[in-house]
């Protein structure tokens, strides 16, 4: 595919190990990309779920994917705060549908008030047996949390208001050029 240009909309794909489509966001408008990322924002996007149901997201975020990291990050911005959901997830490709990656499951939650949760460790452990998860990716996404907790600690990339300001900036200043 084509690399994205600025202001361009794609659609976002999660799959399961297995292969099967998991949600799909159908509109997310591109902020920049790079050799090695993807930088978007969606804001009252559809969501499909696997099962058929929709659901509409409720607020903007910026949307942070990378090919060398087994993770990506959904900072969405609230009244409160920014209130962070990062999927522990395969490196992002792209192909002529949209940006796709395979969610392993686990993912970790940051609040406003810079409370960290790791969450869905049942279903991570249910589907690793399940689908016989080899022990390379549990390794791989082991390391890659210690990675994704470190860049929280530390305010990196995505975790740092001024990223977050800068790109949602940016995501008006396209908004109202189309406008």
């Known amino acids: 595919m084509q690399v994205p240009k600025e202001g361009d909309y ?3 794909q999660s799959y399961k190990h297995d292969g099967s489509l998991h949600r799909t966001w159908k509109e997310t408008m591109v902020l920049k990309t790079s050799d090695n990322s993807l930088i978007g ?13 929709h659901w509409v997201t409720r607020e903007p975020a910026i949307i942070f994917f990378h090919k060398k990291y087994w993770f990506n990050v959904i900072a969405m911005i609230r009244d409160n705060g920014v209130a962070y959901y990062c999927n522990l997830a395969t490196p992002y490709a792209l192909d002529r549908q949209a940006l796709k990656y395979i969610d392993y499951d ?21 589907h690793s047996a399940y689908w016989h998860y080899p022990p390379e990716i549990d390794h791989v996404l082991k390391e890659n949390v210690k990675v994704l907790v470190d860049w929280i600690n530390q305010g990196k990339g995505p975790f740092s208001q001024a990223y977050v300001d800068l790109w949602y900036q940016r995501y008006q200043e396209l908004l109202h050029r189309r406008a």
């Open 41 to 53: 924002c969606n804001d009252h996007t559809l969501v499909t779920e696997d099962d058929g149901r």
């Open 10 to 12: 794609i659609a976002i």
């Open 106 to 126: 686990l993912d970790v939650k940051v609040f406003p008030d810079g409370e960290k949760r790791l969450l869905d460790v049942d279903e991570y452990k249910a």
